[in-house]
């Protein structure tokens, strides 16, 4: 008898905890939530980006959408998905992340990248140097970044997607020096991260550290953050320096199939990677310094943007999925090379 | 471990008379070692108290009361009751049952179970958190079977809930363990030999005896059940509006360089502290004055 | 006399309690804990081995266990000072202040954190003085420290309290009047008595400081083989899905904190005896 009165308990305390499991169902026709798992420097573009939205798919179908926003290193983010987190659209930093989610998590199809223009890509940006004022410690180029002294400030390959696309361009130029091959690269690389002092988890992190804690004499990432600081903390503090080379990023977006189809989300997630091509969407994304794709908007806000000479993946590494495997791969060459600096 | 959670004694008042001078320090000395006191607690408990309301309130009483419109914001304060709603009373239940156990009878293994209960106490909360997702976590030893049954538990409330409760598990039950301990069965068996039921015993003659230490076992369970911040940061997903707790929510803002809305969140539990501080005071005071 | 498993009693509810406790123990702790040392167990010796004493690892132990020790030996010494400032004298604002000590208790630590990194920033109340004189303290293992001495603080003060509190006046006095000066008094009759509660407060403070995370990660400037704390880099491994790294470290962790846990109770236990001898040693006297 009172066995059963403290079961009772038990199972009713199992049963509220239970219930906070299940997904919510979007019930109503009148409201829906999606979640929105982004790379780190995008805070300020989806926020100004949902509410954008919202407005637009309130006038386009009655219906109320709650966007919400989880922001972080794209790697770790990607593996955030796989394990769980339910993600009705993902916005990562490179191509091989959602690819992790489609063959690891299972949870869209394999030819995800197909489905949208430019190879799902609505926004490119690409990787320079930002330099206190006055450039103190004279860096022109990637050479100068493994000066002794020198400080550098990135993320951590194993979490951050800006990271890779660093690491990747700082091969690159080595590569394409004189003389360059795969052994000098490895060699130049290896110096660069032993001038690293911490490596944060994401770009955001990394910007922070630099901007705000003051730590390094340069801070390589991606473009986008680069001119926020330039733009929003003025130029009294901070300035931009060109590589001789760097990379095209193709930060790419997706709808996560089998999330928005447990939610019925699926018509809101897909207009909302959508809105991104159009001109509005275009327009609020060059606004957060991310280059746009669409050729007008492009054209007109061109002058915001540096002169940049860029090699791709594609060419330089034959693709992602190599890339990914070769460098940052549990074993790779980043776990080989990298030593936390003494 | 725990030991200095426990119910204190009732601290009468001084029952040394002031002495004579043999036994007294010289005045200056007194005057020193209470000056030099007074300093360390000042900068190491008065400051960090201080700081958290001055800055909230460093832009005005506007600006901090517009902290707590942030949908996020509201939404993490929301979090954090469910998971102290939840983890409270269950770990209340436990402590009860666990202190009459242990408390009450004399049984091979009791100082193993004790021990046990304690373990909590001595794990980071880091790890208490690492130990959620390798059981829960979609890799982990139970991830395969919860992944397809669509049961979330890691990145979603129920895993917050869960090592909410870990973490203030042993609280109740060290706070009644003592005093249930101190005060032995007497009352009990008395009762139990004049007719009355189990259940009647314990609501009417063990009840009454703990209630001031199950008061401050609760507040203090509550406190850290509220305050948690390791052990769910390793299991929330940081998903803002959704598994954000209050303390999740301040590192959030206060890394955001929001820091009179940190502050502003922050002060809500900080005031909790002080309203802990303020019960058990007033417990130690009922009991010493009370009973 | 018969050998039981428990002694009887007409109590009831035995059962009822023990098997409600033991499933609870065993569904939140156990079984968890449970899962954490089968994971270990599948990285196989070798391998565990070398993810518990990498490089970086060891940084992090000397860190944390370093800076545990240095903010516990501060809190031992202050601690026994504000135990007797408390106990024996008397000023204003002495139960506000007695009170306030319990603070790192009930304040969560990333409070803690958020305020003493404005503390100690270089802008901060105490951070700007500071500075002024040379010292930093955010962002480097003072810092740390610092934190470290926040949360520990309660730890030896409330230990102690109790037993200055029953220490009898006469042996003291006994002392003085044999002779001793105050100081002789205080070192060779009082020290001793509470030095087993002290040492006890010691140990948690110590065994808390090691495991703390909240307040320190906010003040502590993260860099690794510098101020990266333990706990700290178990979270870094888990963002880089380094499941087995993390588990490893945190294994390490477990078996320190168990065998703090034991410490603890033996020294508990010690303290206890002490205190019963001395009060059956002054009844003998009376």
Wanted: charged share 15%; hydrophobic share 50%.
């Amino acid at each position: 008898m009172y066995r059963g009165t403290k079961a009772w308990a038990f199972i009713a305390a199992a049963a509220v905890l239970f219930a906070f499991a299940t997904p919510p169902a979007t019930g109503a026709a009148g409201q829906a939530t999606i979640l929105n798992v982004s790379f780190d420097p995008t805070r300020e573009l989806y926020n100004d980006y949902n509410t954008a939205f919202a407005k637009y798919w309130k006038a386009k179908s009655g219906q109320d959408v709650t966007v919400q926003q989880s922001n972080g290193g794209s790697g770790k983010q990607a593996r955030a998905v796989i394990d769980g987190l339910q993600a009705d659209v993902v916005t990562l930093a490179l191509a091989y992340d959602i690819d992790a989610i489609a063959q690891l998590g299972k949870l869209l199809p394999d030819n995800w990248q197909k489905r949208l223009p430019d190879n799902s890509s609505p926004y490119t940006s690409t990787i320079v140097f930002l330099v206190r004022k006055g450039n103190p410690k004279r860096i022109r180029d990637w050479g100068d970044l493994v000066k002794p002294g020198v400080s550098v400030i990135m993320p951590n390959p194993k979490t951050s997607g800006g990271a890779r696309w660093n690491f990747l361009a700082a091969w690159a130029y080595a590569l394409k020096r004189p003389g360059g091959n795969d052994a000098k690269a490895r060699d130049f690389v290896t110096r660069l991260y032993k001038n690293v002092p911490v490596l944060d988890s994401g770009a955001r992190g990394s910007t922070t550290t630099f901007v705000e804690r003051g730590l390094g004499d340069v801070l390589v990432g991606w473009e986008s953050d680069a001119l926020l600081a330039t733009r929003t903390l003025g130029n009294q503090k901070f300035q931009i320096v060109v590589p001789s080379i760097s990379i095209l990023a193709e930060p790419p977006v997706a709808v996560v199939d089998k999330v928005v189809d447990a939610k019925g989300t699926r018509a809101v997630a897909q207009a909302y990677v959508q809105y991104l091509y159009s001109p509005q969407g275009q327009t609020i994304i060059v606004r957060h310094f991310f280059r746009p794709r669409m050729p007008s908007v492009a054209k007109r806000f061109a002058p915001m943007f540096p002169k940049v000479n860029v090699v791709t993946v594609d060419a330089v590494f034959g693709g992602w999925q190599n890339a990914q495997k070769t460098y940052f791969a549990d074993g790779g060459v980043f776990d080989q090379i990298y030593q936390p600096s003494q | 471990m725990a030991d200095v959670l426990t119910w204190n004694a009732p601290r009468a008042a001084e029952h040394r008379t002031v002495a004579s001078r043999a036994i007294t320090e010289p005045r200056t000395v007194q005057w020193c070692l209470t000056a030099i006191v007074i300093a360390f607690l000042a900068v190491f408990l008065f400051l960090p108290l201080a700081i958290v309301f001055s800055t909230a309130l460093r832009t005005g009483v506007v600006a901090f009361a517009k902290a707590f419109t942030d949908a996020d914001t509201l939404a993490s304060i929301r979090l954090t009751l469910i998971a102290a709603g939840i983890a409270v009373p269950l770990n209340v239940l436990f402590g009860v049952a666990a202190a009459w156990a242990i408390g009450k009878f004399e049984f091979l293994g009791k100082s193993l179970l004790i021990t046990l209960i304690d373990l909590p106490f001595s794990v980071s909360p880091v790890v208490a958190g690492l130990i959620f997702v390798l059981l829960f976590g979609a890799q982990g030893l139970l991830g395969p079977w919860l992944v397809a049954h669509g049961i979330r538990i890691i990145f979603a409330i129920p895993g917050i809930v869960l090592v909410t409760t870990f973490v203030t598990f042993p609280f109740v039950a060290r706070e009644l363990l003592p005093t249930m301990q101190a005060q032995g069965n007497d009352e009990e068996e008395a009762a139990l030999t004049l007719g009355a039921s189990g259940w009647k015993t314990f609501a009417r003659v063990t009840l009454p005896n703990i209630k001031w230490a199950l008061l401050y076992g609760v507040i203090l369970c509550n406190a850290r059940a509220m305050g948690e911040f390791g052990a769910v940061s390793v299991v929330s997903g940081h998903i803002r509006g959704l598994t954000d707790t209050m303390p999740l929510q301040i590192e959030f803002l206060y890394n955001d360089y929001q820091y009179v809305a940190a502050f502003a969140v922050a002060s809500l539990l900080a005031l909790l502290a002080l309203v802990t501080l303020v019960v058990k005071s007033f417990v130690e005071w009922r009991t010493a004055h009370g009973n | 006399m018969a050998f039981a498993l428990r002694r009887p009693s007409i109590v009831p509810g035995f059962g009822l309690t023990l098997g409600l406790t033991i499933c609870y123990l065993s569904l939140i702790v156990l079984i968890p804990l449970s899962a954490t040392l089968w994971k270990a167990s599948t990285l196989g010796a070798v391998p565990f081995w070398h993810l518990v004493t990498s490089a970086r690892a060891i940084a992090s132990y000397e860190v944390t266990f370093g800076c545990s020790l240095a903010a516990a030996a501060t809190n031992i010494v202050f601690g026994l000072l504000t135990a007797w400032v408390l106990v024996r004298y008397s000023f204003p604002l002495k139960r506000l202040l007695d009170s306030l000590v319990d603070l790192p208790f009930a304040l969560p630590t990333a409070v803690a954190g958020i305020s003493l990194t404005s503390i100690y920033a270089s802008n901060g109340w105490l951070g700007r003085p500071l500075l002024a004189l040379g010292v930093h303290v955010d962002y480097t293992r003072l810092g740390i420290v610092v934190a470290l001495t926040f949360v520990g603080l309660p730890f030896v003060v409330r230990t102690v309290q109790p037993v200055l509190e029953d220490l009898d006046a006469e042996l003291e006095e006994a002392a003085a009047s044999l002779g001793a000066g105050r100081l002789q008094t205080v070192a060779r009759v009082v020290l001793p008595t509470i030095f087993p509660a002290a040492l006890t407060g010691f140990a948690l403070a110590f065994a808390r400081a090691v495991g703390e995370y909240g307040s320190v990660i906010f003040i502590a400037g993260n860099m690794p083989m510098h101020t990266e704390i333990t706990p700290l880099l178990i979270v870094t491994k888990l963002e880089e899905y380094d499941y087995g790294g993390a588990t490893a470290i945190a294994v390490a962790m477990l078996v320190v904190s168990f065998a703090m846990l034991l410490a603890i109770n033996v020294l508990q236990h010690w303290s206890n005896n002490r205190g019963g001898s001395d009060e059956r040693e002054a009844a003998a006297h009376g």
